[in-house]
């Protein structure tokens, strides 16, 4: 019922910044939260920041001071700011949401990821 896409990936120098993007489309009830995962190859997938209904943000301590997360409720969306990259922030990026959707059926998903490459 819901549809997960981010944007934003891509190649940057180390130091530099990005700002990714997810949307959810479908027959949204309600946002419970929603963040991004990270996996690296080889790596166990890695939560990097989750935003609340209530607007509470938690982030790892890897991305602590370099990364903000923030939503747009009316366009169901939520971004990452990601300043000061580094090349260990290489992964593919994924939104992930924790949802009611049609008349309140609990939903939890993510998107099909977006890379995000850091190197000189």
């Known amino acids: 019922q819901v549809q997960l896409v981010e944007s934003g990936g891509g190649l940057v120098q180390p130091g530099g910044s990005l700002r990714l993007s997810c949307a959810a489309s479908?027959?949204?009830?309600?946002?419970?939260?929603m963040g991004w995962y990270r996996q690296a190859p080889g790596k166990q997938r890695e939560l990097v920041a989750v935003?609340?209904?209530?607007?509470?943000?938690n982030y790892a301590d890897s991305v602590k001071g370099r990364f903000t997360i923030s939503r747009d409720n009316a366009k169901n969306t939520v971004n990452l700011q990601m300043n000061s990259l580094k090349p260990e922030d290489t992964a593919v990026y994924y939104c992930d949401a924790d949802l009611r959707v049609g008349l309140g059926t609990p939903w939890r998903g993510w998107g099909q990821g977006t890379q995000v490459t850091v190197s000189s």
């Open positions: 479908g027959s949204i009830f309600s946002i419970n939260a």
């Open positions: 935003i609340t209904s209530g607007g509470r943000t």
